[in-house]
Nanobody, 125 residues
Framework: QVQLLESGGGLVQAGGSLRLSCAAS??????????MGWFRQAPGKEREFVAA????????YYADSVKGRFTISRDNAKNTVYLQMNSLKPEDTAVYYC????????????????WGQGTQVTVSS
């Protein structure tokens, strides 16, 4: 089993920044085998891909809507993945979820079996 714990959400004005964290743990969690993803879900909308990173080689993937504004990174010593969000817009408002699994299609929500509880990000205009 893998446990994921997100933190770092909150309320910020448009143009501001937030950094989300996702701490991974569990007996079977071997970070080098996993892809970590961030997804988000706004009210009334489907959960959508935001960013992902393949832990062992560091390849990153971004949704077009966040490219150039968001950065995903990892800290091997802490088994933690981060999502640095800059130049935030009101349309970035959503619950952000961390996800993890092995051998996944990075952008495919259905590929991930392990999910965190989510953290709310609200961007005011």
């Amino acid at each position: 089993q893998v446990q994921l714990l997100e933190s770092g959400g909150g309320l910020v004005q448009a143009g501001g920044s937030l950094r989300l964290s996702c701490a991974a743990s569990g007996r079977t969690f071997n970070s080098n085998r996993y892809t970590m993803g961030w997804f988000r879900q706004a009210p009334g909308k489907e959960r959508e891909f935001v960013a992902a990173i393949r832990w062992n080689i560091g390849n990153t993937y971004y949704a077009d809507s966040v490219k150039g504004r968001f950065t995903i990174s990892r800290d091997n010593a802490k088994n933690t993945v981060y999502l640095q969000m800059n130049s935030l817009k009101p349309e970035d408002t959503a619950v952000y979820y961390c996800a993890a699994d092995q051998a996944v299609l990075a952008r495919d929500r259905g590929s991930y079996n392990y999910w965190g509880q989510g953290t709310q990000v609200t961007v005011s205009s």
